[in-house]
């Protein structure tokens, strides 16, 4: 049922409802069931706004996945470059010619960016 059937019929009993006598047995059962219907609007409402929430969550989770990912790797990155002393980059003898360290540690670097 939809909440659109439900307004409509909760309107049309409730204007039938002011035809009869309030606290009659009609009116009481009249009262009873707009009650009910209005509780279903509620939990109809309810279910079709946990499920666009569920609905965001799913479109929303692998773009959420792949950047923990991209973290996850820059953070694993980062650790590596700092495992790599400055000292280790060129050659200890004319600090010209760039040792395996070093480019290593370029290489990390552009992986980062």
């Known amino acids: ?56 969550k799913t479109r929303w989770e692998p773009f959420e996945r792949i950047q923990r990912i991209i973290k996850e790797t820059v953070s694993d990155f980062e650790h590596l470059n700092s495992l790599i002393s400055d000292a280790e980059i060129f050659d200890t003898g004319d600090q010209t010619e760039i040792m395996e360290a070093g480019y290593a540690k370029l290489a990390l670097y552009s992986a980062e960016i």
């Open 1 to 56: 049922m939809e909440i659109v059937q439900i307004d409509k019929q909760s309107a049309a009993l409730a204007k039938q409802m002011e035809q009869w006598e309030p606290g009659s047995d009609k009116w009481n059962e009249g009262y009873a069931k707009l009650q009910q219907l209005r509780e279903t609007a509620i939990s109809l409402a309810t279910a079709n706004l946990e499920l666009a929430e569920s609905i965001r």
